[in-house]
């Protein structure tokens, strides 16, 4: 871990964080922390937790990978088909939760969830591997 990840790191865990030290835009401060993760060499920064409800109340949780995070949101692939898929159509509402370890630091997200356009999806999938585009 790079020497200012593990001060700013440490400074949080023992200090707290003080809300005039944030961003008032919640994704620019994720971007910085985010880039902080990376910087300080967390073996897989994009890997967040991506929870779903089914109609019934019942939570469900598994591991992502995040492909973008900008004004629009968080996105991240996957089929249409499956349990969180299902999930999400029948209650667009979901949480992710990062956790970098090496940064002591975890970044809860909640919200509403939306399908990406089809040119995206499309592009992502021109962009993978071919034997990864096979397994999908
Ligand atoms: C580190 C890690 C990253 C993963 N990334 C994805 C992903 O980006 N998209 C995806 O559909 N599944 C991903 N998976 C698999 C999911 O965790 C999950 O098993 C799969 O999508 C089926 O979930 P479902 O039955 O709730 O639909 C990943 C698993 C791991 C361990």
Do not use: N
Request: aromatic share 10%; proline share 6%.
């Amino acid at each position: 871990m790079s020497l200012l990840a593990r001060i700013v790191s440490v400074r949080g865990v023992f200090f707290g964080l003080r809300a005039e030290q944030l961003d008032p835009d919640p994704i620019r401060q994720f971007q910085r922390w985010f880039r902080l993760a990376r910087r300080g060499r967390c073996p897989w920064p994009t890997s967040v937790c991506l929870a779903t409800v089914a109609p019934d109340g019942t939570p469900s949780a598994r591991m992502m990978l995040l492909k973008g995070a900008d004004e629009q949101g968080f996105s991240f692939f996957t089929h249409y088909v499956g349990r969180k898929a299902r999930e999400l159509d029948a209650c667009p509402r979901a949480a992710l939760v990062f956790h970098w370890i090496e940064l002591l630091r975890q970044v809860r997200v909640e919200g509403r969830v939306e399908k990406l356009g089809p040119e995206e999806s499309d592009a992502y999938f021109a962009s993978r591997a071919r034997l990864s585009q096979i397994g999908a």
